[in-house]
């Protein structure tokens, strides 16, 4: 079993629906918790971060972190044709020089208009 | 200000041969990284430079060697490249000490070896 479990996908949605994208993991040391965005044929770029517990908002974007559960959830809000992307999750248990974080598989996001 | 910046894009090698890839960084960072990306598998770490003049394994470093030139710059050399090795490849960079521990991706090579 992989470190960080993201369900691949694609996931297809109507433009406007709300989007829930998940990933669990069982390394109970992870604190720092990311979101990337993939285009296609591109590199990821940095959407969310989250130190520890709890929400982070960020205008359509929301990051979620459940330590107890391991479970970290994105949901993007009025989703829209440019949200389509893979997102990967990623985690950290440290910080500094040692900051190896690990990634999930990504799902891949379809916004149809 | 370019970020990260990678060469080449693209790129088909037979078996057997070697070549090098190129990344280089304009934000001043420490620590910079190379990953591989298959379909289905994510981002894998092959190396990774936590400041210039040292460099660490990472989960699938078979195959590569590395070299922190200097600050800005962190190049990907396989030696006798191989089916496997067929992948695109990512650079990227991170400021120690950040509050947010943000790697910046570069855009990429698409490596294909016959």
């Known amino acids: 079993q992989k470190e960080v479990e993201q369900d691949p996908g694609p996931l297809s949605v109507p433009e406007g629906a709300i989007v829930s994208l998940n990933c669990t993991y069982s390394?109970?040391?992870?604190?720092?918790f990311m979101w990337y965005r993939q285009y296609s044929r591109k590199g990821p770029e940095l959407l969310m971060y989250t130190y520890s517990s709890g929400n982070k908002e960020d205008g359509r974007f929301t990051a979620q972190v459940d330590k107890s559960s391991k479970y970290i959830s994105l949901f993007i809000r009025d989703s829209q044709p440019s949200d389509s992307a893979t997102y990967l999750c990623?985690?950290?248990?440290?910080?500094?020089?040692?900051?190896?974080?690990?990634f999930g598989r990504g799902t891949s996001l379809i916004v149809h208009p | 200000n370019a970020g990260v910046t990678q060469t080449p894009k693209f790129q088909v090698l037979k078996t057997g041969q070697s070549m090098t890839l190129q990344c280089a960084q304009d934000m001043n960072h420490n620590s910079m990284y190379w990953y591989r990306q298959d379909p289905g598998m994510g981002l894998r770490l092959i190396y990774y430079?936590?400041?210039?003049?040292?460099?660490d394994k990472g989960e699938v470093p078979n195959g590569y060697n590395v070299s922190r030139l200097n600050k800005r710059e962190f190049s990907l050399r396989l030696e006798s490249a191989a089916p496997s090795q067929t992948s695109v490849y990512f650079c990227a960079s991170r400021a120690q000490g950040t509050g947010a521990d943000t790697q910046y991706f570069g855009p990429g090579t698409r490596l294909t070896v016959l």
């Open positions: 390394n109970s040391a992870f604190q720092y």
């Open positions: 990623a985690m950290s248990s440290a910080s500094g020089g040692s900051y190896i974080p690990t």
């Open positions: 430079s936590a400041s210039e003049g040292t460099t």
